[in-house]
Every structure is written in C-alpha cells, then in structure tokens.
C-alpha cells in the first residue's frame, strides 16, 4: 500500500495494544494500517462518557450544558445570557418548522409564566406535521433527491415524491433511524409487502440518469459508484468514493474497501412495476385485471395486430445503436442472463420502451382510423378495469446471487466479495438470505444491519453530529460528510459520544434527541453579544459556544416566510411536485436538477447531484437584486399589504405594529413606529403619475386612458347564464397593459369561454409567458373545436405579435372559422403608449373551422373556474365583442355595426365596473376585482399612493437582515 505516513502520536501509542488484539482476529490478507490509522478518533468503538463536573452548576439544565461548560470554563470563558422569549420561539419554530411564529404563537408563548413553557413549546412543534416536512428538507439535502433526471435531458420523474413524502411521514412518526436506515437501504428484503419500505428505497434510485447513454456498461458502472458514495457520505460519513481507482491517499480506505462496499449495493435493479400495496390489494387487482382482459382480449389481439409492426420498428430502431457486446446480452432470455447481465439489459431495454413515445407519428391513414375505433371501443369496458395500484419508483434486486465485483486493472480477476471497512472490521461477511424475501441476495439488509448495529463507531457519531448541526449552525465535527484525516476533528469529542450512545439509549429517536439538545442552557443563549477579551482570543470563532450563532434562512425558508407574511402559505401536505410560481411549501416545490428553483438556488441551494450536509451561506449581488427588484418578493410584499389592509381598521400606526409581527415576530419600537409613518407620509409629497400619453390625436382613442380595471392573477369578470352566444365569426377589441408574465407555459388571459379542457369546445384570446413553446408574449387564440375531417381538435393560433410589458395597447383579433386559409383569423396590435405608432397586422391559417360553441361562461381576465395559473397581470382598458367579422379599420373607425355588438365593458367607473354599455344589458359577475383606477389625479394619487406606501414598506420589511437571518 502507499499512502501517507503520519508520525505516531499518543493517541496511535495508546492504540497499539488495540491493534494487537485486533491483528489476532484479522484474516492472513486483511491489509496493513499503521497504529496512527487503526488508533483515528472516528474509528475507535463508542464509549459512554462521566459527565464533567463544572463550576456553574445552575447554568446545566440538561447533560449537554455539562460538556459544554466543561470546555468553556477550561479556556475562562463563560457563557451568554439566555435569549428573550421573542427570539426564542424564533429561534425554534425555524429549527424545527422551517416556518416562522405566528404572532398568536408568539403573544402565547411570551405570556406563559409557567417554568415549562419552553419544553411546551418544544412538544408543540415536534407533534405538528410541519416538523416532517421541515425535517425532510434537510435529508433530502443529504441524499441528493431531484425530481429529475439531470444531463441533457432533465427528464422529470413523474414518481419520485413519493420517496420525498415518505420521507416527511417517517419523520413526522418519529420512525427509529436504525429502521429508516435498514427501509431505504433494503426495504425490499425487510419487509416487501410493507409499502412504506418499498418506497423508501427510492432512495436507491436517485442517482442522476442518462435515458440515452448508448455506453450502457459504463453508464451503469458510475450509477453503482454513485449509489456506494454517497451511501458512504450519508450513512457513515467517510468519502469512500475517493478510493475508486487507488488507495485513499489519507484516510484508511483501501481500493479494496470501496468495491467491497459495491457489492453490497452492486445488486440492484430498478423497477417500475413495483407498487405500494398490501397482497391483498395485488390479488384483488390481479383478478380483476384477469377479468377485464378476458373480456377485452379479441380487442386488445386486433390492437396489438395494428401496433406490433411499428413497435418492432421503432425497438430496431434502438436496438442498432448498441454494440454488439449489448445486443447479445439483449437477445438473451432473461432466466439465462447473470445478475449483471440483467442489470445492463434493463438499462438497454428502458432505450427501446422510451421509443415507443414515437410509435403513434407513425399511424396515419386507415390505421389512425382502426385503432381510434379500437379505443372507443375498449373504452367501453372501462369500468371493468381494476383501480390501478400505486406506482412506485423503487428497486429490487437482479437475482439470488450477487453480480461478480472486481477490480479495474486487477490481472487477477478477484471476485471481490461484500466487506466493511478494513480498518473497522477486515474479516469475511457472512450474508444471510432475507426471511421475507428468499428471491433477494440479502447483501444490501446485511450491509444496512452492519452500519446501525454496536460494531459500527460511525452510524450514530454523524446522525447526532448532523441534529447538532441543524440546532447550532455547526456540527461538533464541522465537516458533517466527513469523519476522516481531511475532515475537521470534533470540538466536543467526549460530548458527541455521550450523545452517540443517547441516542441508541433512546431507541434511535429523533425528537428525543432534538428536545434534548433544545432543553439545553446552551441552545437558548443570545447569540448577538459583544466577545469578551478572553473569548476573542482564545475562541474567535465560537467553536466552543460562549453564545448561539446566527443562521440565515435558506432560500426554502426565506421563500416560505414570505408566504406566510403574505397570508398565502398553502399548507396541504405531499403529491406530484408544483412550480415554483406556487403557493405550496417549497418541499413540494419539483426540484429539476438542471433548472432549479431560482430562488433555492440563489440563496445557495443544492446541486441535487451531489450529497449536501451543509449548504453554504454566501452573500451576492443576485441574492439583492432578486429580494429587491424580484416579482415573488414584491408580489408577496403586495399581498401582505393587501391582507393588512382587510386585517386592520385603518389605523396607520396598528398596521405598522401588525405588519412587524407578520415579517419579524415582534412589536416595533416607538423609533421604529414613527420611521415607518414617516416613510409612508413621503409617499403624498410625490408626483403624480405621468400620463399614458397623448391620445387626442385620434377621436377613437382620446379617451381610451379614462380608466382601468386592474387585474391580479385570479381575478375575473364572467358573463353567466348569459344569452346564447353560439357564433363562429366573431371580432375582439380590447386596451391593455400587461404587467408581467408568468415563469411557466401558461396564457395570460385576455377573453375566454372556454374551461381549459381540450376535449370541450371553447376559445380563449390572450398572450402566452415565459415557457410556451410559441415563445413569450405571443398573442394567440387557443380553439377547441371541429377540423374539416369532423374531428375534435384542440389547435393555438400564434399571431408572432408580441406586446411589451407594461405599455398600452389595442388588440383586435378579427375570426372567420370556416375560413381555414390566411384570412380566417387576422391580428391586429397597436402600442397606444406611442401615439406614433402604426398597427402591426398579420393573418395566420388555422384547422378548426366550427364547433367551439360551448356553454361555459365567457369570462375576462381569466378562464375556467379562475384560479391563479391562467389569470390576467396587469390593466384592462375595455373589451368589445362582436358576432360578425370585422375589419380592423371598421372596429377603429367605430363603423363596425353596433347591433352585431355581443357586449361591451369600457370599466370607466367603479360603481359600474360590471355594466355592459351597449345596450344589450348583458352585465358582468364580479368575481374577485378589487382594484380600479380613473384618471382623476387628486383621488387617483392619493388612494394609489397609500397602498403603493404600504406595499413598498412591507417591501422593506421583507428585505431586512431582521426577517433574513435568525439569532
């Protein structure tokens, strides 16, 4: 072996009679560590520590305070004051909530005398759901989870969360971490018809993904080298992964190590036809599936006649992009392959599955024709089909016996057989089929048994190093991941092994040993204190902790806090992951490995491709500039003012008050009261709003800036139970200012009667936002109607005409249905805020040409039922809305019949923001518009300006170091 020599210190010295005792048990061939590296800290077997005697016996409220103390009094320092009960609860709600304090919570808790009121507080928090989630955040951290693939592709994984909500559950349950640990290792040999277990180990299957890698052996290679290093990290805290190709150059970890680790976890294959259900449920669903496919069986005989020739072209297909080596494995019968072999011919096979995503471009003509008969006519028989069991994304292993494991370069050839660490333990292991699951090799439940078990010094040092770390800032080994030479040594050695074996004491329990770390003198100091001289000598860095630290909220809290300050927190718990434009917790929100949540991932958020025990905390200039000038933190500032304004009686100086309990958790100062009405009187000495420009020129348009009806993202006017509006020629005219777009494909509607589903007929009229495939701000007509073949058709029409934010415009969208060619549809744009500007006109063919009539309501500023996804952003100046089509010049002009008016809503009064004014009386439900403008300066000014004031001054609060770091 060659690795470094270190020169042998007391500790190796004391180690040496160890060694001895060790080296009489060790195999002939186990390898050669020097008495230095047997004698390391980390691998030294657990002991259970006397509690120190300290000087200050009133300051230990729990043993922790004890070792603590002991080190600070050993250096003459002492410790900080205990933090008010405001930062407290704080302090502790973050921890273990990663929410803040209600300011109910808060009054409550600095109210209660009692001498209990601390540990209540604790219990409260640990039993409340919020707990797991805040709890899984942190874990999922460790095992790299991301709802998607990574490389090029970033495919999503449409069954990953269900890993992320088992996760918040085992939590939430207090599951013992031994059995957490054996569940995700080898669910599957523990307890196979447990369906928790079962999808505890996604955690096996979280490794980035290449679907396309053609170089499937060396593709399945880095997945194994991946699952055994992180494994490593998480569980163990060594960086086992650094001994792939040689020796660790500085921890003892031979080469050897690592690939005896690999075959314990080098059994593995992914399954997708795994499920979370009892036998019970599998045997009803299994004879009910029989049943319905009796019944259905001449059907599905003549589908599969039609599709089998074109499934085996596409297979071919991918099957010729493989080497030969792979295509032998790939012709092979599955019963005849070894467990290697079926481990690169699943990976090969999932290629050829994901062609079939092609098989349906290839179906034209009487074929297409054929098998849409064939779906209508099994879709007869959907009520037969058993209820579908739910789909996990979970492994198994590839057969009984464990693939052969050898060494790269190794002329020998060894079949390296599974084994701990050497250092800890070098002798053979003796694996055990699993009682539960005689069809597994029971490597994976024996490794998993090993590292949770008394022989293992490493399991229980880095699960409390890792509470520690979330309770204090930073662990007693300040390198979380890494218990080895390059890690950091532990400031409080004797402390973590007292609470090592407190934890195995209190059955592996995780709330036990946060109430017990919490309870302490020492979590509860303040932690904003000037350093004594003997402290800013001998511990600049409070690694012994003379006072808490302050922690900034990561960019999950911080995004959370704002919800909650805002009143828009959704705390419905699991399912499918949410975009970020969500009101969801942002656990829930999907986590792509290659575009990630922006604000996670500038407030230093993980990669997801790599084992994260302790997020960095920077300060950069797109932290700022997103806080500041950022949609979601202005949105969010906006929303709180809004609530503060339905919350309070109008009293400037209790909005305040209560604006700095919702975003601080506290009172204001009296300083702080008169500052903010100060900033908010500022507000009436400004300007008023510039105009939006000089319209006279055009008789049409002079008054066209009179008014607006101001939109928010749900906010609606509808027309129900209105008269028949069946019609398929028909003109929109419509002024509008668009404020911004949404982050995702959504539309942000102008005028629809359309649900939004595309297999009912309807319409919708709008500009598309940031993700749409027919690119931003596109203006588009979206139909759901009939084609020329009488075939129900969902179809978007893109005008390419793209409207500027925040900027008046004038659009008139002229349709004739049965008009398939260049002249059916016709857009016409036109920037009112120029009053140079000429009309932008294009005509675009479309394939519907009838059958969008439809009974849902006709709707302005939304579509459907409303809701925030599809909703208008910014002023809508007027809509009208004509049954006949309309040239452009007949609309501006105002030639355009009036008795083919369907409606008209010019929004020039808030007393009749609803009225239709052209006669037809067909008015407007209100379902949700608060906000509405005229152009009248001295009312105008002064209501604007108050709720702007209000908005910017929550702005600011959201922007504090106060709201963005805890002490």
């Not at 250096?75 to 909530?97: E, M, Q, S, W, Y």
């Not at 759901?129 to 095992?143: F, I, K, Q, S, T």
């Not at 005689?438 to 490794?447: E, I, V």
């Not at 100060?678 to 055009?698: E, H, I, N, Q």
Request: glycine share 6%.
């Amino acid at each position: 072996m060659h690795r470094q020599q270190w020169t042998v210190s007391p500790v190796g010295i004391l180690a040496i009679a160890l060694t001895l005792a060790w080296g009489a048990t060790a195999s002939a061939d186990a390898p050669s560590f020097t008495a230095e590296e047997r004698g390391f800290w980390s691998y030294q077997p657990i002991k259970r520590p006397a509690t120190p005697n300290v000087n200050d016996k009133s300051w230990v409220q729990t043993p922790v305070d004890a070792f603590v103390l002991a080190r600070l009094e050993s250096k003459g320092l002492a410790p900080a004051p205990r933090a008010d009960r405001v930062k407290l609860i704080r302090r502790a709600t973050f921890d273990l909530h990663g929410l803040p304090p209600t300011p109910a919570e808060v009054e409550a808790f600095v109210n209660d005398k009692s001498d209990n009121a601390f540990e209540r507080l604790i219990d409260r928090l640990l039993a409340s759901p919020r707990y797991g989630e805040r709890m899984a955040r942190l874990w999922l951290d460790l095992v790299r989870y991301a709802d998607s693939d990574g490389f090029k592709a970033d495919h999503y994984r449409p069954l990953a969360w269900r890993y992320r909500d088992y996760v918040v559950r085992a939590f939430n349950s207090d599951k013992p971490y031994d059995r957490f640990v054996l569940e995700q290792l080898a669910g599957d040999e523990l307890a196979p018809n447990d369906p928790d277990a079962m999808i505890a180990t996604g955690y096996l299957r979280l490794w980035p993904y290449e679907f396309n890698q053609r170089n499937v052996k060396k593709q399945w290679d880095e997945i194994i080298t991946d699952v055994t290093k992180v494994t490593g990290e998480v569980f163990i805290g060594m960086s086992v992964g650094c001994a792939q190709c040689h020796d660790h150059k500085f921890d003892p970890i031979t080469q050897e190590d690592h690939y005896r680790l690999r075959a314990f976890l080098g059994t593995i294959l992914p399954d997708d036809s795994l499920t979370a259900a009892t036998p019970t449920q599998r045997e009803s669903y299994e004879s009910q599936t029989e049943e319905y496919n009796r019944a259905t069986a001449e059907l599905r005989q003549r589908m599969r006649k039609i599709m089998s020739p074109h499934r085996q072209a596409v297979e071919r297909s991918a099957y010729s992009k493989f080497t030969d080596d792979i295509k032998t494995v790939l012709d092979g019968k599955w019963d005849d392959l070894t467990p290697y072999e079926r481990q690169i011919a699943d990976l090969a096979r999932r290629q050829m599955i994901y062609e079939h995503s092609k098989i349906e471009g290839r179906i034209k003509g009487k074929e297409k024709e054929q098998v849409d008969q064939l779906r209508k006519a099994l879709a007869e028989y959907d009520t037969m089909k058993p209820e579908q069991l739910t789909p996990i994304m979970a492994i198994r292993d590839a057969g009984e016996r464990g693939p052969v494991v050898t060494i790269p370069g190794d002329r020998k050839q060894r079949n390296i057989e599974p084994g701990y660490l050497s250092v800890i333990d070098p002798n053979p292991v003796t694996i055990r089929k699993p009682e539960n699951n005689p069809n597994s090799s029971g490597r994976r439940l024996t490794l998993a048994r090993w590292i949770t078990s008394a022989e293992n010094p490493l399991a229980s040092r880095v699960a409390v190093n890792r509470i520690w770390q979330q309770h204090f800032g930073r662990g007693i080994v300040g390198t979380p991941n890494d218990f080895g030479t390059l890690g950091e040594r532990p400031t409080h050695p004797q402390l973590l092994d007292w609470l090592a074996t407190e934890f195995i004491r209190q059955e592996w329990s995780f709330k036990r040993m946060h109430k017990l770390m919490m309870m302490s003198s020492a979590y509860q100091q303040e932690s904003v204190v000037a350093a004594s001289d003997a402290a800013a000598q001998a511990d600049p860095q409070n690694k012994l902790l003379w006072r808490q630290r302050v922690r900034r909220l990561d960019g999950e809290q911080l995004r959370d806090a704002m919800l909650v300050s805002a009143g828009r927190l959704d705390v419905r718990m699991g399912g499918q992951g949410v975009d970020e434009t969500s009101t969801r917790r942002s656990i829930y929100v999907k986590q792509m490995r290659n575009n990630r949540p922006r604000m996670i991932e500038t407030f230093d958020g993980p990669d997801m491709h790599n084992s994260c025990a302790q997020r960095n905390t920077t300060t950069t200039a797109p932290q700022a500039l997103m806080l500041i000038n950022g949609k979601w933190s202005m949105d969010m500032a906006k929303a709180m003012a809004a609530r503060l304004r339905k919350q309070t009686d109008g009293s400037a100086s209790k909005t305040i008050e209560r604006a700095y309990r919702w975003a601080l958790g506290r009172r204001p100062t009296e300083a702080e009261v008169n500052d903010a009405l100060a900033f908010v009187k500022a507000y009436k000495t400004l300007p008023a709003p510039t105009p939006k420009g000089d319209l006279s020129a055009d008789p049409v348009l002079r008054k066209v800036a009179a008014a607006d009806m101001d939109l928010r993202q749900g906010d609606r006017l509808s027309l129900k139970d209105g008269p028949d509006l069946k019609f398929e020629s028909f003109t929109i005219e419509t002024r509008f200012v668009l404020r911004s777009l949404a982050a995702d494909a959504s539309v942000r509607v102008l005028v629809a009667q359309w649900d939004g589903s595309t297999s009912r007929p309807g319409w919708s009229f709008g500009v598309t936002s940031t993700r749409s495939k027919y690119q931003p701000r596109n203006l588009i007509f979206q139909f759901v109607g009939k084609d020329k073949a009488g075939k129900t058709t969902y179809e978007v029409v893109a005008s390419n005409l793209r409207p500027q934010l925040n900027r008046l415009y004038q659009a008139v969208a002229t349709v004739n249905l049965k008009d398939s060619g260049k002249t059916g549809i016709t857009f016409v744009l036109r920037d009112l805020s120029d009053p140079t500007s000429k009309p932008q006109a294009v005509q675009v063919e479309h394939r519907v040409v009838s059958g969008i009539d439809t009974s849902a309501d006709l709707t302005i500023g939304n579509r459907g039922a409303g809701g925030k996804q599809h909703g208008w952003d910014g002023l809508i100046d007027s809509v009208r809305l004509y049954n006949a089509a309309h040239p452009y010049e007949a609309v501006q002009s105002g030639q355009a019949a009036r008795d083919t008016l369907v409606g008209e809503w010019l929004f020039d009064d808030a007393k009749r923001l609803t009225a239709d004014t052209c006669g037809r009386e067909r008015h407007l439900s209100n379902d949700g518009v608060t906000a509405w403008s005229a152009d009248q300066p001295t009312r105008q000014h002064a209501g604007e300006v108050s709720e702007k004031a209000l908005a910017d001054f929550c702005h600011v609060l959201l922007n504090s170091n106060e709201f963005l770091y805890v002490d």
